[in-house]
């Protein structure tokens, strides 16, 4: 396709670019693979293309969700010519010659203009002179007339009706007038019919009028009638949008709908609502999936004051998703019933859809439409009452979802856990949430994925909990911890101090990785089958068992049982390291004994050292001595096996060198002189003492 032809991007995001048409066929979509890719969520992934067939050019619509149009007629195919304008989705773009570049059109031109949409079904008299180009002069036009939606009374039926393709237009435009409006006649009788008998079809394009439902605390807005509606919002870092359309309706004029290429998700946001704790809620909505897609509706919940500072900077957000819905034959109905969680006090609904694969990216990506999922009629009333899933004293568990798919644990007036999900990754889709149980256990409560499945459970603490101190057990026994650590040999996690503590238990040695995130404090867990966690909130009896070990270790320090002593206060951190006095006494008083512990042996094995130098007998027996008594000293401690081991090597010492004959005073002094000259002078003396006390000479 020669570039002397450009395509004029007249709105969106991309409003005044030229493109030139360099390739035929000349794609144009949303997908990275086409020549002209269009972000706008009304853009299919493969929505159109431009072919060169001889001297002419021609538009063909690929099969888009939201339609190729020439001015407000919905068309599969047609001839275009130079200064003809044609939409793709919501985006408007122009055929031009380089040279005839026209300004564009701003992006807030709600109607377009009667010039580049009034396109002649009439063969012109005089087709304009094209010289600059090898493009055909007698290309077809179509002329809508002004009125003519008005005169059918529906969009929809211009949509349906209005199929028009290339070989009709070219037929038309030889044709007499008479017949010229024998089709356009023929077209409204279409239109006029599908618009009869199209009434009661719930997934045609003239749907049943939309009723708002009384109570509903979307206030009409779910809906999706009106055009100008800005409550609903795509959320940020998903790669795919949902968006308004006439052909998502169930009732009514409009819905959602989302087409997403394979590996690629959306999430689309309503209007937040403001909410009572412990409020019981119903959430519906008629949801229509078609191909290799699933989707989901839920309640994000979030905070927008605390009482303990936990607001909605740093409280984090928590998604209650409701049952998966996977393709199946027109709309289905969808039900989600829940309770507000305390602590919370907005939510939004949240609708969701996910592309089976993996996303393929770069100019060479080979990209593939997993599908599509329309929503229409989303409705959420107030209903009774509701209650905590599960108490236990001051604590408050909910389960939210339908089946439950996240957990939150109040106290009194706090959030402490914000999240708790279980996710795990469906054959060919991202991880989602799976469906959890929650029971009371002694002390605690015990969550547990549903199917009893591995998986990775994600929980998040409040701040509070974060700021009062992280702490693991497992393989390495007790280990105050940063926010940030990853370990694989973890069996239990302790959050918080005080009042505000929780012990969350795995049942064996699980890989976690924990962090701060948005001023909470967030770990994930992998977890082997049939984990179940508890999450324990009671701890008197501990408490009572970690004040008698501490009263014990200080007791044995003081009688001189080191040993003991160290592992008392081991004992204490690796089970009930709970009350953040006791875990500092317990550091503190490890660390004093340990480090005299280690000074000790450092000494003993300076002092064997010593002894094999100048290979003294009497050294040995000493070395000996010292070490029997680091050996009661420390019984029971990290340090026995070091003592142990320096026992092993005296032994040995004292077998290679026998009981040595008898020497003369001469030797024995001359020995002491050296030593004294050696700075060792604790050890001449002591030899000296010792020759004294016998009256013979130390040996060699």
């Known amino acids: 396709m020669t570039d002397r032809y450009s395509l004029r991007i007249e709105t969106g995001g991309r409003?005044?670019?030229?493109?030139p048409l360099t390739h035929s066929?000349?794609?144009i979509g949303r997908s990275p693979e086409c020549n002209l890719s269009l972000t706008e969520a009304s853009v299919s992934g493969r929505h159109a293309e431009l072919r060169q067939l001889g001297d002419k050019i021609s538009l063909h619509d690929l099969g888009s969700t939201n339609g190729t149009r020439i001015g407000r007629l919905k068309v599969g195919e047609a001839e275009l010519e130079s200064g003809l304008a044609f939409s793709v989705g919501d985006v408007r773009l122009t055929l031009v010659l380089e040279s005839a570049a026209a300004p564009a059109v701003s992006d807030d031109a709600s109607e377009p203009t009667l010039e580049t949409d009034e396109i002649s079904l009439e063969e012109p008299d005089a087709p304009p002179s094209m010289q600059s180009g090898n493009f055909a002069v007698d290309s077809v036009q179509t002329k809508i007339q002004p009125g003519f939606e008005d005169s059918l009374g529906s969009q929809e039926v211009l949509d349906e009706a209005g199929q028009v393709s290339a070989d009709q237009l070219a037929r038309a435009s030889r044709r007499s007038p008479v017949a010229l409006a024998g089709l356009v006649v023929l077209l409204l009788a279409a239109g006029g019919s599908y618009f009869y008998f199209g009434q009661g079809g719930g997934d045609g394009p003239i749907a049943p009028e939309e009723t708002r439902v009384a109570g509903d605390l979307l206030a009409g807005q779910g809906t999706f009638e009106d055009a100008g509606n800005s409550a609903w919002q795509a959320k940020d870092g998903w790669n795919a949008q949902f968006h308004r359309s006439r052909a998502a309706a169930k009732a009514g004029t409009a819905g959602l709908t989302c087409e997403l290429l394979a590996g690629e998700r959306a999430q689309h946001l309503g209007p937040i609502v403001n909410v009572s704790t412990k409020q019981g809620f119903d959430l519906s909505a008629s949801v229509r999936v078609k191909g290799d897609v699933i989707a989901r509706l839920g309640l994000r919940w979030s905070a927008k004051e605390s009482t303990d500072g936990d607001g909605p900077a740093t409280l984090q957000n928590t998604i209650a998703w409701g049952p998966l819905v996977q393709a199946g034959d027109g709309f289905q109905d969808y039900q989600l019933a829940g309770t507000a969680p305390a602590g919370y006090s907005q939510a939004q609904v949240c609708i969701a859809a996910w592309g089976k694969g993996e996303l393929q990216e770069g100019e060479d990506a080979e990209v593939a439409i997993a599908g599509n999922v329309d929503v229409d009629s989303v409705a959420w009333l107030q209903s009774g009452p509701g209650e905590a899933s599960v108490s236990l004293h001051e604590m408050d568990g909910f389960l939210l979802g339908d089946p439950g798919t996240a957990f939150v644990l109040h106290k009194i007036d706090r959030v402490l856990l914000s999240g708790v999900h279980c996710l795990r990754e469906r054959s060919g889709y991202q991880a989602l949430a799976e469906p959890i149980e929650v029971r009371s256990a002694e002390h605690g409560m015990l969550l547990a994925c549903k199917d009893g499945g591995a998986g990775q459970w994600i929980f998040t603490a409040a701040p509070r909990l974060a700021a009062g101190g992280v702490s693991t057990m497992g393989g390495a026994g007790y280990l105050a911890r940063s926010l940030d650590f990853t370990d694989s040999h973890v069996t239990d996690l302790v959050l918080g101090s005080g009042v505000d503590l929780i012990r969350i238990s795995f049942g064996g040695p699980v890989a976690v990785n924990g962090g701060a995130r948005s001023g909470c404090y967030r770990f994930s867990v992998q977890v082997p089958q049939d984990t179940?966690?508890?999450?324990?909130?009671?701890?008197?009896?501990?408490?009572?068992l970690a004040l008698d070990l501490s009263a014990d270790a200080q007791k044995a320090t003081r009688e001189g049982r080191v040993g003991e002593a160290l592992a008392l206060w081991k004992q204490l951190l690796d089970r009930y390291p709970y009350e953040a006095d006791d875990v500092a006494r317990a550091d503190a008083a490890r660390s004093t004994l340990l480090n005299d512990g280690r000074s000790a042996i450092k000494t003993l094995n300076e002092e064997?050292?010593?002894?094999?130098?100048?290979?003294?007998r009497m050294g040995f027996e000493g070395c000996w001595q010292d070490a029997v008594a680091l050996k009661q000293r420390y019984a029971g401690s990290d340090l026995e096996a070091s003592v142990d081991s320096i026992m092993e090597d005296i032994e040995t010492a004292r077998s290679q060198f026998p009981e040595p004959a008898l020497r003369g005073k001469e030797h024995r002094e001359a020995l002491i002189h050296v030593l004294r000259?050696?700075?060792?002078?604790?050890?001449a003396s002591k030899a000296e003492a010792t020759a004294s006390s016998t009256g013979n000479a130390g040996g060699h």
């Not at 179940?532 to 009572?544: C, I, N, P, R």
């Not at 064997?608 to 290979?615: G, M, P, T, V, Y």
């Not at 000259?677 to 050890?683: F, N």
Request: glycine residues 6%; charged residues 35%; without cysteine.
């Open 15 to 19: 409003a005044g670019e030229l493109v």
């Open 25 to 27: 066929p000349f794609l």
């Open 532 to 544: 179940e966690v508890l999450v324990k909130t009671e701890f008197k009896d501990e408490l009572k």
């Open 608 to 616: 064997l050292e010593r002894a094999r130098f100048f290979q003294l």
């Open 677 to 683: 000259e050696q700075g060792a002078e604790a050890l």
